[in-house]
């Protein structure tokens, strides 16, 4: 990634460079997306784009008398190959974590589909499919004789699960609460499971257990809520605060939950703009 980087500035970043590199290209291709022009997030498109202009990019560089013989190397092709596929995938996952009225329980969602495609994108590497990783898929037919060790990608991307259930371990404590909340009559829960959610809610939200017990169960044999709860509706607007204050509260609770600090930061970043505008004014 480095070295592409540092290629992609040396073009981009010098306009005689730019002009003949999109010569070359006989301005018929769009230009090379420059990395420090975007969010790190956009890593992705930036080394899908270097790896489409790969011929086209060792060729300008010989002509200007640059030696990158990493280029040429078929290891650190194919390493550019598993990184465009890779990053691709991560930049999708965070674009689904984005934007307004997303919330906790979607991005939970999210997370954990995440971390179970990444246990079938292992065994896609090691059974040599690659059906989701379409850029090593095409190295490999480019290169039928190469020596293709999954063990070096498989590595990388159990690190990446690994980083994720450390950065992501609030979300094991609130999920069967959140299970329960997405659908409260799951036929898995009895007697034992309604006493660890009373004391789960208890506990998280600061309530009294015996209340929050008796109110699950209580739900739980409502006949007309639970006919209701297929409606498409939303369920918990029609549950009686009267009748389930405690549970109320804490639906109410995990429900505001902020998934993500998008909204706050975007709010701040447009305020504060607003201020500085008028200071130089």
């Known amino acids: 990634m480095d070295i592409s980087f540092k290629i992609v500035n040396s073009i981009k970043g010098k306009s005689l460079q730019r002009r003949l590199f999109k010569q070359q290209l006989h301005e018929k ?14 890593r992705s498109k ?18 200007r008398g640059d030696d990158y013989r990493q280029l040429r190397d078929l290891d650190w092709q194919c390493d ?19 934007g307004k009225n997303k919330t906790l329980t979607e991005m939970m969602s999210s997370i954990a589909a ?17 059906e989701q990783f379409v850029n090593i898929k095409d190295h490999m037919e480019k290169h039928p004789t190469y020596n ?37 009559f799951n036929d898995s829960i009895d007697h034992n499971n309604i006493y ?56 109410e609770q995990l429900h505001s939950c902020f998934g993500s600090t998008y909204l706050c930061f975007k709010k701040y970043v447009t305020g504060r703009s607003h201020r500085v505008s008028l200071v130089d004014k």
């Open 29 to 42: 291709e769009p230009e090379l997306v420059l990395h420090t022009d975007v969010r790190w997030l956009s």
């Open 46 to 63: 930036f080394l899908q784009r270097f790896r489409d202009l790969l011929d086209e990019i060792i060729k300008f560089l010989d002509e």
């Open 80 to 98: 550019l190959a598993f990184l465009a596929d890779f990053t691709g995938k991560l930049s999708t996952l965070n674009l689904n974590l984005q």
């Open 114 to 130: 995440f971390q179970s495609q990444a246990v079938s994108m292992i065994v896609d590497i090691e059974k040599k499919r690659f």
């Open 148 to 184: 293709f060790i999954s063990e070096k990608y498989t590595t990388e991307i159990r690190a990446v699960v690994a980083d994720f259930e450390i950065r992501f371990s609030d979300f094991r404590k609130i999920e069967k609460l959140v299970l329960f909340v997405s659908y409260p």
């Open 196 to 251: 660890e959610l009373a004391t789960k809610f208890a506990d998280t939200f600061q309530m009294e257990h015996k209340m929050l017990q008796n109110e699950i169960i209580t739900l739980r044999c409502d006949i007309v809520l639970k006919a209701r709860s297929t409606s498409g509706l939303d369920f918990w607007a029609l549950v009686s605060n009267e009748k389930y204050p405690n549970l109320k509260k804490c639906v």
